[in-house]
């Protein structure tokens, strides 16, 4: 296979993207025409704190980990950018550092389009310009609920609604009601994503199983049934 040339699967990420997708088709073939393909190892660096912006990313497989370093050196995971989503475009206009360290979770692809082809996209497509605000706002919005969340929702309903977010991206069918989550994820991981300890996550996934809503497995979730995790979530 031609690495610098996206596969069926990856180019199916990209233009099925929520936000991709209800782009004109001269913008997303022009975007498509700019970018060239980057394969990244598990773990693989992206980008760093503090550094400038050179990049406008779109995820075509894997998962791209958005973390920070806390007082004690420790390193916390803050979200998980899944396959179809773009991002980077924020530290690009306001010409501020990147604010958080970016890795690779899993195998990842990425399509990458750089700092002064972005620019020149915008020149020429004055529809991207209104696309990425809607995206902003849609960014926004989701960061309000988060923290509304933490500030109203009790541990278990957090959790129940992120193994949730994490089966819509992530989840694959096992031909039955069960959805296994693709994305390797240990509990710390869970933990950090939540503002929780690793203790407390597990005493709730126990509570979980225990209610028939999901079955864990070594670095893997298998939801059994949404209809208790939405009950849990929302009670």
């Not at 936000?19 to 997303?28: A, C, G, I, M, Y």
């Not at 550094?51 to 390193?75: C, I």
């Not at 989503?85 to 530290?91: H, K, N, P, S």
Request: charged content about 25%; some cysteine; aromatic content about 6%.
């Amino acid at each position: 296979m031609n690495s610098s040339v996206l596969t069926i699967s990856e180019r199916n990420h990209i233009e099925s993207g929520p936000w991709f997708s209800k782009l004109s088709l001269p913008l997303r073939s022009d975007i498509l025409a700019r970018a060239f393909v980057r394969r990244l190892s598990d773990g693989a660096l992206m980008s760093v704190r503090g550094e400038p912006a050179v990049e406008w990313v779109g995820v075509a497989k894997g998962a791209v980990r958005v973390s920070s370093v806390s007082l004690s050196g420790k390193q916390v995971t803050l979200t998980y950018v899944e396959p179809g989503t773009w991002f980077g475009d924020i530290a690009l206009f306001d010409g501020l550092p990147r604010t958080h360290d970016a890795s690779a979770h899993g195998e990842t692809t990425l399509l990458v389009v750089r700092k002064a082809d972005f620019r020149d996209l915008l020149q020429r497509h004055t529809e991207l310009y209104e696309a990425l605000l809607r995206l902003n706002c849609r960014r926004l919005r989701l960061m309000f609920d988060v923290v509304e969340d933490l500030n109203t929702r009790p541990l278990a309903s957090r959790l129940a609604k992120q193994i949730l977010l994490l089966a819509r991206s992530y989840g694959v069918s096992q031909g039955t009601e069960e959805i296994r989550i693709g994305l390797q994820l240990a509990q710390e991981d869970l933990a950090q994503l939540l503002g929780a300890s690793r203790q407390r996550v597990n005493q709730e996934l126990k509570g979980f199983e225990r209610e028939g809503a999901v079955r864990v497995e070594p670095t893997r979730l298998v939801l059994l049934s949404k209809e208790k995790l939405l009950a849990i979530a929302n009670r």
